[in-house]
């Protein structure tokens, strides 16, 4: 959309208020996410490193091997709250463009 009026600036800014309120919202469940899997995983992968017979790498080896999923979970999660924090970031710098484009708008008001 082409931000050409100072009405067309306002829903524009309005537009961003809402989203980056429900970003908010997005952030803090993101990462409740990544914690609970990280704990998930942390505790499976003791649990397993402490039941398991062998020397430290064995063990080690053997709680990875059986905990994988709940890494990979771990991972995933991780990857949704970057994706999370990219999309905050967007919406911040399209916040400051339609600042600037509101500017520019004004000014061609007054002199147009």
Do not use: C, W
């Not at 771990?74 to 399209?94: C, F, M």
Request: aromatic letters at 6%; proline letters at 1%; hydrophobic letters at 45%.
């Amino acid at each position: 959309m082409e931000i050409v009026s100072p009405d067309q600036v306002i829903s524009k800014l309005n537009e961003l208020i809402q989203v980056a309120e429900k970003g908010v919202s997005a952030l803090y469940d993101a990462e409740l996410k990544v914690a609970e899997k990280d704990l998930t995983y942390e505790k499976a992968f003791q649990s397993i490193f402490l039941e398991t017979q062998g020397t430290v790498a064995d063990r080690t080896a053997v709680a990875r091997l059986k905990s994988a999923d709940l890494k990979f979970d771990l991972d995933l999660a991780k990857v949704e709250l970057n994706r999370v924090k990219a999309k905050i970031k967007q919406i911040s710098d399209a916040g400051t463009l339609t600042a600037v484009i509101a500017k520019q708008v004004e000014l061609t008001f007054r002199h147009g």
